[in-house]
């Protein structure tokens, strides 16, 4: 082949690989605009659908932009833990109830039944693997904050009668979940055999969902699960394992510092996903720990 064929074919080519990266990076953020767009959508829909529900939403407080100064050391417990920062406002009107519904549910049964995994990605797989080896058929099974009923699902996928907590009223259009909110718990503080808590405590105490700062949220939120769970009963537990950082105000990473003082007063038993590394990795990964209410 000639040297003046070679090069106009690698003229060629290189012009059709510049032309097909460029038609996937319009694609790619084709997608993504499309993608922002129908969120935007489904946002208008539900302020709609909820003012013409339950009326005008009550005023939320506005998440603290910063950690005052006389808590940033229990923050980052003496200066071991980072502090990154990445705002957010996720409060809700307390007058807005999530509504669970039935076709909600049967979605979901079909998605397991399929073992296709939802938001935690890998953390999903892992529960399935828990759930083999820790079944909960015929147990009564808490779940512990919830924005769909994604868990709740798997509970009724694998034999379990689901409750759940949050501090948000959740109206249940499905017989087969039953839901309280913390002050209803509270008041009747009823105990269950296995507790799940899935990306849930890590954000305890941050005050993005308008929850007040408290250094210790989290572990308070641990040990209040000790009332919550019969003696002896299991807690499924999920958050991030990476090096230790405060992501203010959203979430928490547990690494060789505060992940034993997360778990103090439990017994751990098994772990799903977890390799010794993740402790000190940049925490993205999520794996599920079997603990016992000893």
């Given at each position: 082949?000639?040297?003046?064929?070679?090069?106009?074919?690698?003229?060629?080519?290189?012009?059709?690989?510049?032309?097909?990266?460029?038609?996937?990076?319009?694609?790619?953020?084709?997608?993504?605009?499309?993608?922002?767009?129908?969120?935007?959508?489904?946002?208008?829909?539900?302020?709609a659908?909820?003012?013409?529900?339950?009326?005008?939403?009550?005023?939320?407080?506005?998440?603290?932009?910063?950690?005052?100064?006389?808590?940033?050391?229990?923050?980052?417990?003496?200066?071991?833990?980072?502090?990154?920062?990445?705002y957010?406002d996720?409060t809700?009107?307390?007058?807005?109830?999530?509504?669970?519904?039935?076709?909600?549910?049967?979605?979901?049964?079909?998605?397991?039944?399929?073992?296709?995994?939802?938001?935690?990605?890998?953390?999903?797989?892992?529960?399935?693997?828990?759930?083999?080896?820790?079944?909960?058929?015929?147990?009564?099974?808490?779940n512990?904050?919830?924005?769909?009923?994604?868990?709740?699902?798997?509970?009724?996928?694998?034999?379990?009668?689901?409750?759940?907590?949050?501090?948000?009223?959740?109206?249940?259009?499905?017989?087969?979940?039953?839901?309280?909110?913390?002050?209803?718990?509270?008041?009747?503080?009823?105990?269950?055999?296995?507790?799940?808590s899935?990306?849930?405590?890590?954000?305890?105490?941050?005050?993005?969902?308008g929850?007040?700062l408290?250094?210790?949220?989290?572990?308070?939120?641990?040990?209040h699960?000790?009332?919550?769970?019969?003696?002896?009963?299991?807690?499924?537990?999920?958050?991030?394992?990476?090096?230790?950082?405060?992501?203010?105000?959203?979430?928490?990473?547990?690494?060789?510092?505060?992940?034993?003082?997360?778990?103090?007063?439990?017994?751990?038993?098994?772990t799903?996903?977890?390799?010794?590394?993740h402790?000190?990795?940049?925490?993205?990964?999520q794996?599920?720990?079997?603990?016992?209410?000893?």
């Open positions: 082949m000639s040297t003046d064929l070679e090069r106009e074919l690698r003229s060629a080519n290189e012009s059709l690989r510049e032309r097909a990266l460029a038609l996937a990076k319009r694609a790619n953020d084709m997608e993504r605009f499309h993608n922002a767009a129908m969120s935007r959508v489904a946002y208008w829909r539900e302020y659908l909820s003012t013409e529900l339950w009326g005008n939403p009550n005023p939320t407080n506005t998440p603290p932009k910063d950690i005052p100064s006389e808590m940033k050391n229990g923050f980052t417990m003496g200066d071991v833990a980072e502090i990154i920062y990445n957010g996720t809700y009107p307390d007058n807005w109830p999530t509504i669970y519904t039935e076709f909600q549910v049967e979605q979901f049964l079909k998605q397991i039944d399929r073992r296709e995994y939802f938001i935690y990605g890998m953390t999903d797989v892992w529960m399935w693997e828990a759930i083999e080896k820790y079944p909960v058929m015929g147990l009564d099974v808490v512990m904050g919830s924005l769909t009923p994604w868990y709740e699902s798997n509970c009724i996928y694998f034999g379990a009668r689901p409750t759940t907590i949050d501090y948000n009223r959740i109206v249940s259009r499905t017989d087969r979940i039953q839901t309280m909110t913390v002050d209803e718990w509270e008041n009747e503080r009823p105990r269950f055999d296995v507790a799940w899935i990306s849930s405590f890590e954000h305890d105490g941050l005050g993005m969902y929850d007040p408290d250094p210790e949220g989290d572990l308070k939120a641990m040990q699960m000790k009332d919550v769970v019969k003696p002896d009963g299991l807690l499924f537990l999920s958050l991030p394992v990476g090096k230790d950082k405060v992501i203010f105000n959203n979430a928490r990473i547990y690494g060789r510092h505060r992940l034993p003082m997360l778990m103090e007063g439990w017994e751990k038993i098994d799903f996903g977890l390799e010794p590394e402790l000190d990795g940049p925490g993205h990964i794996p599920v720990f079997i603990l016992r209410n000893a």
